[in-house]
C-alpha cells in the first residue's frame, strides 16, 4: 500500500483545513484508515480512525472531538481529516496510516504533512 498525504499548511487560530491521504496498491476499502499528529518533542498519537465495514465507523480523541472529522471516499481511494476551529496546539506533522488487517497494527504510513496553527 502506497500513500500520499496532503493538505498541511499554515492558518491562523480558528480557522481550518482539510487533509486527503490518496491510497494504491490494495483494495482500499478493506483498509482501518486512521491520521496520527506528532508534535516536536512529542510521540506520535492517534488523532482519528475510520473502518469501513459497510458503514463507517470513527473514533478521535478527546482533544480533537467535536472540531475534526474523519471521512473516506471508497471509490477515490482517499481518506480525509477536516480540521476546524484549529488551536495552536494542533500544530504537528500529520500522518495516515493504513491496517490491512482491521484491527491491528499500521503498517503502511504517508510521508506526513504539517500544520502549523499560529496564535
Known amino acids: 500500500v502506497q500513500l500520499q498525504a496532503y493538505g498541511g499548511g499554515l492558518v491562523q487560530a480558528g480557522g481550518s483545513l482539510r487533509l486527503s491521504c490518496a491510497a494504491s496498491?490494495?483494495?482500499?476499502?478493506?483498509?482501518?484508515m486512521a491520521w496520527f499528529r506528532q508534535a516536536p518533542g512529542k510521540e506520535r498519537e492517534l488523532v482519528a480512525r475510520i473502518t469501513w465495514s459497510g458503514v463507517s465507523s470513527t473514533y478521535y480523541a478527546d482533544s480533537v472531538k467535536g472540531r475534526f472529522t474523519i471521512s473516506r471516499d471508497n471509490a477515490k481511494n482517499t481518506v480525509y481529516l477536516q480540521m476546524n476551529s484549529l488551536k495552536p496546539e494542533d500544530t504537528a506533522v500529520h500522518y495516515c496510516?493504513?491496517?490491512?488487517?482491521?484491527?491491528?497494527?499500521?503498517?503502511?504510513w504517508g510521508q506526513g504533512t504539517l500544520v502549523t496553527v499560529s496564535s
Open positions: 496498491g490494495r483494495t482500499f476499502s478493506r483498509l482501518r
Open positions: 496510516g493504513a491496517d490491512p488487517q482491521g484491527a491491528g497494527p499500521y503498517d503502511y
